[in-house]
């Protein structure tokens, strides 16, 4: 079974351009999550989706990031424009969406600098 | 929201002795409690999981235990080898959310 895949892998821009960031959930995992790994951090969440629909968007920084799962399947992080503190990883994650006490996986993650 | 500690941040051991790293939480309502392990370069990947209606969950080499009084639980890695060197995490959830520990880079000196 193929795991989470996320795409590019590595992403090097200047400040002030945009960025997008392209994830594939596990099939049929219906909840997929965005994380932000910063260096020596745990991931913290961005935004969760179930199905299409995103059900937690409240550490998302609204003014500059935006995301979307189309069809419930895959789904796009974008930021517009990139900040030198956006450095980081970005991690890709889904779940069957069965409760909560539901397994996450985790796909490898984009990592972002920003110069 | 939830709260969890890891400790230690950094852990040596020699090849073939145990390791254990405890986190603790805040939020009594928290009922799953899963640890992953990130090698350089890579995802998270999860390694083991308990529930709270279990007291100890073993697979192998690797054990975690829950005190759901105390708030704590605690993965422990038993012969450990160098393949076992990564940053392991420890998570609680609450709701649907999962909060994550700073994490413990484990060095296993061959």
């Known amino acids: 079974e193929a795991g989470v895949v996320q795409s590019p892998r590595y992403k090097i821009i200047e400040k002030k351009q945009p960025v997008a960031f392209w994830c594939n959930p596990i099939s049929g995992h219906n909840t997929l999550y965005w994380y932000l790994q910063n260096l020596g951090q745990g991931p913290e969440l961005l935004i969760r989706?179930?199905?299409?629909?995103?059900?937690?968007d409240s550490q998302l920084p609204k003014d500059r990031f935006s995301a979307e799962r189309l069809k419930g399947v895959d789904s796009t992080l974008k930021i517009q424009p990139a900040e030198l503190g956006d450095s980081a990883v970005y991690l890709c994650a889904s779940s069957l969406g069965v409760g909560d006490t539901d397994t996450q996986y985790f796909g490898p993650g984009t990592r972002l600098t920003v110069l | 929201g939830e709260n969890v500690e890891q400790h230690p941040s950094t852990l040596s051991v020699q090849e073939g002795d145990s390791a254990v790293i405890k986190c603790t939480y805040s939020d009594s309502a928290s009922n799953y409690f899963p640890w992953y392990k990130q090698e350089l370069g890579k995802g998270p990947q999860l390694i083991i999981d308990i529930r709270s209606n279990v007291g100890e969950k073993k697979d192998q080499r690797i054990a975690v235990t829950l005190n759901k009084t105390a708030k704590h639980f605690s993965l422990h890695i038993t012969e450990t080898q160098p393949e076992d060197s990564a940053v392991y995490f420890c998570?609680?959830?609450?709701?649907?959310?999962?909060?994550f520990g700073t994490g413990t880079s484990l060095t296993v000196i061959p």
């Open positions: 989706y179930e199905n299409e629909e995103a059900v937690d």
């Open positions: 998570a609680a959830t609450f709701g649907n959310q999962f909060y």
